[in-house]
């Protein structure tokens, strides 16, 4: 079973930071054979290059709002949306600039492109302020990290049936 955790966000924009930040601390863990951790940043195409590598789980991190309180941790299965249902007006709207593409739309083309894997998992974590300017999480998302590793460790463990994280 292969696993690529991929953390996205800006962390010059303070918390969209958090997957990132997820990421880099999963990076220095013992994880089991065929999981891999990627940073993806804010460049969708880049979590569209990974996925052509052929993987059986996703698990993306980033912030998400839901209205929720500030650093409440979420598990979401994204719907995402086929490409082949929605108008081409529609398509080049959503997909025009994949640069600085959403989760959502990076995941809309590597289902297009066929390479989007069979189960696709979010571990989002609500922002403080996802829109200021600046380095650092907001306090309220620091004790969100280790919530948010943990419950990406539990997906791992789920999918692959290894121990995850030590």
Not at 8 to 22: A, K, P, S, T
Not at 29 to 47: F, N, S, Y
Not at 113 to 124: E, K, T
Request: hydrophobic share 50%; charged share 25%.
């Amino acid at each position: 079973m292969r696993v690529l955790i991929a953390g996205v966000g800006n962390v010059l924009r303070g918390d969209d930071g958090f997957g990132v930040e997820v990421a880099r601390r999963l990076e220095a863990m013992t994880l089991p054979a065929g999981v891999r951790v990627v940073e993806t940043g804010i460049g969708g195409i880049a979590l569209v290059q990974e996925l052509q590598d052929g993987w059986d789980v996703l698990i993306v991190v980033d912030t998400v709002d839901r209205g929720r309180p500030p650093g409440t941790v979420l598990v979401i299965e994204p719907d995402v949306v086929d490409v082949a249902a929605i108008s081409w007006s529609e398509r080049h709207d959503l997909l025009a600039d994949m640069h600085l593409a959403t989760p959502e739309r990076a995941l809309m083309l590597a289902r297009a492109l066929g390479v989007l894997p069979p189960v696709v998992r979010l571990v989002g974590c609500q922002p403080y302020d996802a829109e200021r300017v600046g380095l650092g999480l907001d306090p309220s998302l620091v004790g969100a990290l280790d919530v948010a590793i943990r419950q990406v460790l539990d997906e791992v463990e789920q999918f692959t049936g290894q121990h995850a994280g030590d």
